[in-house]
């Protein structure tokens, strides 16, 4: 698994693929946070980690990248598989920014709907 400051090299140089149009509104930037993070609905036997998140706040939007999840989920990863499974995360994020700021909620509803699928798993 790449470091800290390499995995925040790699996400700097992700997020410059996208137009610049993408960034309007996110006031807040892409911020690395070196944590891992459970989502509130995780099992002890099967944990479910938040990779990145899009945070509407007070002060503005951002997108928050968890290296710690990164790090508990993808550890065995190579290189370039790892830039592929951030690449898909920050295009992610950014979708839930765009469709925010169109006043549409389709990425929220499938998010929704896989939470439900790890959750039904676990009544089964």
């Not at 400051?5 to 693929?17: K, M, N």
Request: with cysteine; aromatic share 12%.
């Amino acid at each position: 698994m790449i470091t800290f400051d390499e995995f925040g090299d790699l996400a700097d140089r992700l997020t410059e693929e996208l137009p610049e149009e993408f960034f309007e509104g996110l006031s807040g930037g892409v911020i690395l946070d070196q944590g891992a993070k459970r989502h509130e609905k995780s099992r002890p036997n099967d944990p479910l980690f938040i990779l990145g998140e899009y945070r509407r706040e007070g002060i503005g939007c951002c997108i928050v990248l968890y290296y710690g999840s990164f790090r508990q989920v993808f550890w065995s990863l190579s290189g370039s598989e790892l830039e592929q499974k951030l690449r898909g995360i920050i295009r992610h994020e950014f979708r839930h920014h765009m469709e925010y700021r169109a006043c549409v909620a389709d990425l929220e509803r499938e998010d929704e709907d896989r939470l439900m699928g790890y959750c039904f798993e676990q009544d089964v």
